[in-house]
């Protein structure tokens, strides 16, 4: 396992006990799994403007830095929507060896299925 996968592993695993834990008054987790979920996805929209902002700024650590809050925010949400990383890891998979501009196109002509479906 590499160091990314084991901090991986850990946050989530840390996620998961603040989540049962339910102490919103004590645990940002918490309160960011509280609610409706608007303030967590309030969250990651301002934390990918903060990594792009640092990039564009071209500064290294604080672009790893935002990184990080970036994809704590999404294992929270990750955790609201009971996806695990084993989850994560299967959908990278199924694009692996895959062009993006071909991905894309199929999930065109998937959603335009479901859509003459509805």
Do not use: F, P
Request: proline share 0%.
């Amino acid at each position: 396992m590499t160091a990314l996968a084991a901090t991986l592993d850990e946050l989530a695993a840390a996620i998961r006990a603040r989540a049962e834990a339910g102490a919103a008054a004590e645990s940002y987790t918490a309160q960011l799994l509280g609610g409706d979920g608007e303030r967590l996805m309030k969250k990651i929209i301002e934390e990918a403007g903060e990594v792009s902002l640092a990039a564009a700024a071209g500064k290294r650590e604080r672009v790893a830095e935002e990184l990080a809050d970036l994809w704590y925010h999404c294992l929270v949400l990750m955790r609201r929507h009971d996806l695990s990383l084993d989850d994560l890891s299967r959908a990278l998979a199924r694009r692996r060896g895959q062009s993006g501009l071909a991905e894309k196109q199929a999930r065109k002509m998937q959603n335009a299925q479901k859509a003459q479906q509805a």
